[in-house]
């Protein structure tokens, strides 16, 4: 048998509570709790690079290790190996020669924290767990 005691609250009086304290405190502190905005990958800024130019860059180190291309950059000669949606951008890309597109490609990739897989890793002899960041340097300073 559930009996309700007079001297303890309701579940629906300490939800109101419950709510108005809530309330209160978001009031007082607004950025508490709130999800921060998912940023734009920013190579100036670096982190997690978007996978079609991280997938672009190891392809073109695949290309190198197996001497498909020398140096590592020509595989960017493909205009299919990076794709942009926008137009401006891709006639921006085609018009590029293939060592700007691989400084464009390092670029982008300087300072991106993602670890590379690693058979990538040695084929620019590079220690397993490496960065696309470490990667690209190297590269830029062997160019």
């Not at 860059?57 to 291309?69: I, P």
């Amino acid at each position: 048998m559930n009996v309700e005691r007079d001297d303890e609250p309701r579940i629906s009086e300490l939800m109101e509570i419950r709510q108005e304290t809530l309330r209160q405190f978001q009031l007082q502190h607004p950025n508490y709790l709130t999800a921060p905005a998912r940023r734009r990958y920013r190579a100036d800024r670096g982190g997690h690079a978007p996978g079609h130019l991280r997938d672009a860059f190891l392809e073109c180190l695949e290309r190198f290790d197996c001497g498909d291309a020398e140096p590592w950059h020509e595989a960017l000669a493909d205009d299919e190996l990076i794709f942009f949606f926008s137009p401006d951008k891709q006639r921006w890309w085609e018009g590029l020669s293939s060592p700007d597109r691989g400084h464009w490609l390092i670029g982008q990739l300087w300072n991106c924290t993602d670890v590379m897989p690693s058979r990538a890793c040695s084929s620019v002899e590079l220690p397993q767990g490496s960065s696309y960041a470490r990667a690209a340097r190297k590269l830029r300073s062997e160019d």
